[in-house]
């Protein structure tokens, strides 16, 4: 017999607040680190000063937003008894902290900061879109999801995200600062994003972070297969049968294992593994967007 | 299909250079082919066809995971179905062109791992390569301006961090790092012996489904399946004989929290098995992610429902049918339809159609419907067909829908009767003299899904060794380093095969080690 479960719906509700603050905290530290970069793109670069500052107080905001969205996440795990990842609003306010997370972590390791407000404009469109589109209150699992695998597959699944998230942002910069369009428009706007870009580091150094995110990610994309695998074979009767989830893993896997040997295939690495990185963050956007709410399938745990 | 052999230098050039165009002789043709297909370009494009190939899969019903999601779609749209089906788009993951991706991938990648093997054998016996001749092309260099150097420093410390040396006095040469190509290696070797598995488990294997009412027996033998799928490769004849009983059958719901109200927390199945018809009954249940391990097969629960207890007599109360009836569920609070086919009644046959409310309630529209899966106010209605069963004509027939074409409906519908209903232990009169029919009790059935795959366990061993591989390929840092001593300058250079940031600090620690006195 599973023990009685008791949901706590009130300190959902409390969750959901303290994740919007994280967000207002996300909101104000994307203003701010976007500001410091259009100042840059204006002036001095590295060397100014407001810009510099401005950088600072972005990174504490983005900091206490990273806190209240933990503290979000945990809360909803303690109101709903169980892993706080089981549906959309869940797997997005999930990611979103682990993104911010690993991004902040990362930047004790590598100059990254020059993404900042990518990363904080990224979370603030996941945790914007999680509680207007996907919020549901609280549920216990499913008899077929009541599993330790979903601890494992899922939360690696989402780690996994997390790092082809910042990988992709890199590729981003790179694909357009190698843009002969950009570089070459006549139009204000654009010229004006061609002087921004060049406030980024070189493209060597875009694709060597790039790459670095791109192989922790697939190591554990290529864990979060295997894992799928294990958990289906116990509770679908087969550990692979195509569903349309488990297509779509594939999928996104055979994209950044053929990113893998672009690197390093002549004519191929560069902006054309860059871009292999956009196509299959894309595939994992549209797996976990329109798969999720449109497609059929047995992964029906959008919970919308 | 080798991956991370860096374009900065390469074991075998063909990999990686262009291929010259072939003269006209078919065998020159057939080595331009081979290495076409083995060079890193073609996999990389193969493997971008299999993603792309892979998609019609998730956008149109499959066969193999969706059967009636294809029977649907040729419902719903029969001419785009048929021309879609001529493309196997219902099947795209059996289908010759996804199927003629694939095998080109798995000879490219075969093709380009197994000479890399000897390739890597012999550099790991052999010594760190020559120095290039201009080192300052490399990715890392420093110049030296003193000649007098202290070449042994420069030899331990390598030798402390790992690498190979061989050191002369014009200088050393160094490389450390092979266990990436070895992982490297061993991820590709790894995922042939994935495929092998896959492909040779699914020859071996079988797959069974049978719904088993509460008290029913299946024993291991392909006549006791409703359905049976043997691999190509499957020996029918060695089945393991084992037995097993549903002895009950029972879902948990949630009525404590509000927001859970009325879902199912937990399926249990009640069993009792035999591994051989002479071993000791063992007892054990089955639950959705707790199969039940037998000897030569795992069993799955995959749905519920009801089996209601039908008894129907004839005018005089001899009985002419007897037993629980499987009554498939129509939706999630388990409104179940039910036949119950009478071959035996005299002087005409008959049928009943009958549908299971378990918790029963009204539509607006008058209609009946249930409200909750749980029989708590369970309650059954029936319409009566007299007529041809159709069971004697040889041709098979669904044992759980009354093909009613060809029947007269003497009540429920149009019939002017109105439809029997039955509540548990309620026996009622049937029209036209047919005698009457009793609810004597309710009973739940188990479809239960048996599977089979001697590899199974097999692809997951190599899928491991995947994973080990990739992390090996990805995560060491391969790395050459030279110093030359000339007479008039020292240089030291470094390559590697990763986009490697450290490079340049460990060519400075070497010339700084170059400068030191020795002790």
Not at chain 2, 178 to 189: A, C, M, P, S, V
Not at chain 2, 243 to 265: E, Q, V
Not at chain 2, 297 to 305: E, L, S
Request: aromatic share 12%.
């Amino acid at each position: 017999m599973i023990p009685e479960i008791a949901l706590n719906p009130e300190l959902a509700t409390l969750s959901r607040v303290i994740v919007l603050v994280a967000l207002t905290f996300y909101a104000f530290s994307f203003i701010v680190l976007a500001w410091a970069l259009t100042k840059r793109a204006g002036g001095k670069g590295k060397k100014d000063k407001f810009a510099n500052r401005l950088d600072a107080i972005g990174l504490v905001l983005m900091g206490v937003g990273v806190l209240a969205n933990g503290v979000g996440v945990l809360t909803r795990g303690i109101a709903a008894n169980r892993v706080p990842w089981a549906n959309m609003y869940e797997f997005s306010i999930t990611g979103a902290f682990i993104v911010t997370a690993i991004y902040m972590a990362s930047l004790l390791f590598r100059d990254l900061k020059f993404i900042s407000s990518f990363v904080a404009g990224f979370v603030v469109l996941i945790i914007g879109s999680a509680n207007t589109l996907f919020y549901v209150q609280v549920e216990s699992l499913l008899p077929a999801l009541q599993d330790y695998w979903l601890v494992i597959h899922v939360s690696v699944a989402v780690l996994a995200t997390a790092f082809f998230t910042i990988a992709a942002t890199l590729a981003l910069i790179h694909v357009m600062k190698e843009s002969t369009l950009i570089a070459k428009s006549k139009l204000r706007g654009v010229q004006w994003l061609a002087r921004l870009l060049k406030v980024f580091p070189k493209v060597e150094k875009l694709e060597r972070t790039s790459y670095q995110f791109n192989i922790i990610g697939f190591i554990l994309w290529s864990f979060t297969l295997i894992a799928g695998a294990i958990w289906a074979d116990k509770a679908w009767h087969r550990f692979w049968g195509w569903d349309t989830k488990e297509v779509w893993t594939f999928i996104i896997w055979t994209i950044y294992a053929a990113y893998l040997h672009a690197t390093t295939t002549k004519g191929w690495e560069g902006k054309r593994a860059a871009w292999l990185t956009l196509i299959g963050f894309s595939a994992i956007i549209f797996n976990f967007t329109i798969v999720n709410m449109y497609f059929k399938g047995l992964h029906v745990y959008s919970g919308l | 299909m080798s991956s991370s052999q860096p374009s900065k230098y390469k074991v075998r050039k063909e990999y990686n250079e262009p291929i010259e165009a072939p003269d006209l002789s078919l065998k020159s043709w057939a080595r331009w082919l081979w290495r076409q297909l083995t060079s890193m370009k073609i996999a990389l494009y193969l493997l971008l066809f299999l993603a792309l190939a892979s998609i019609p899969g998730s956008v149109f019903p499959q066969r193999s995971a969706d059967p009636n999601g294809v029977v649907l779609y040729f419902k719903n749209n029969p001419e785009l179905a048929v021309w879609l089906d001529n493309f196997q788009l219902f099947d795209v993951y059996s289908s010759t062109w996804f199927s003629a991706i694939y095998i080109l991938l798995f000879i490219s990648l075969i093709g380009c791992v197994l000479p890399r093997v000897g390739v890597h054998y012999k550099a790991l016996r052999a010594d760190p390569p020559e120095a290039p001749t201009n080192l300052s092309r490399l990715p890392a260099y420093k110049q030296l301006t003193q000649t007098e150097v202290n070449l042994d420093n420069a030899v331990v410390l390598l030798k402390k961090r790992k690498f190979k040396v061989i050191a002369t006095e014009a200088g050393i040469r160094a490389e450390k790092g092979y266990l990436r190509e070895t992982g490297n290696l061993f991820f590709h070797i790894s995922l042939i012996g994935v495929l092998i598995a896959v492909g040779l488990g699914g020859g071996l294997s079988y797959q069974g489904q049978r719904v088993l009412v509460e008290g029913d027996t299946l024993v291991n033998n392909e006549a006791s399946y409703d359905f049976f799928a043997p691999g190509l490769l499957f020996d029918k004849n060695g089945m393991e004989p084992f037995s097993l009983r549903l002895d009950s059958f029972s879902t948990t719901y949630d009525y404590k929290n509000p927001a859970n109200y009325g879902k199912p927390m937990d399926f249990i199945a009640k069993v009792s098995s035999k591994e051989t018809p002479t071993s000791p009954l063992v007892k054990s249940q089955i639950r959705v992610n707790e199969p039940l391990h037998l000897p030569g097969a795992k069993v799955y629960i995959t749905g519920n429902g009801f089996a209601p207890v039908i008894v129907v007599r004839d005018k005089d109360g001899t009985v002419s049918y007897s037993g629980p009836v499987v009554f498939l569920p129509q939706d999630s609070n388990l409104t179940s339809l039910g036949a119950i086919k009478v071959p035996d009644a005299k002087p005409d046959q008959f049928g009943i159609l009958a549908f299971f409310y378990p918790t029963v309630a009204k539509l607006s529209t008058g209609a009946l419907t249930s409200n909750h899966p749980y029989p708590w106010d369970p309650l059954m209605t029936m319409n009566v067909y007299v007529g041809n069963l159709g069971l004697d004509s040889g041709i098979a027939v669904n044992a759980y829908k009354l093909d009613v074409h060809a029947m007269k409906q003497v009540a429920g519908g149009k019939s002017g009767v109105k439809a029997l209903r039955l509540s548990i232990g309620d026996t009622v009169e049937l029209p036209n003299n047919l005698g009457s029919v009793e609810f004597k009790g309710l009973k739940r059935f188990a479809s239960l899904d048996i599977t089979y795959n001697p590899l199974d366990i097999w692809v997951l061993f190599f899928a491991l060794t995947t994973l080990f591989g990739l992390v090996l390929m990805l995560i060491i840092p391969r790395r050459r380093v030279w110093v030359k001593v000339s007479k008039t300058e020292v240089e030291v250079g470094a390559l590697a095969k990763s986009k490697d940031k450290s490079l340049d600090k460990l060519v400075k620690d070497i010339a700084k080690s170059l400068k030191k006195k020795s002790k």
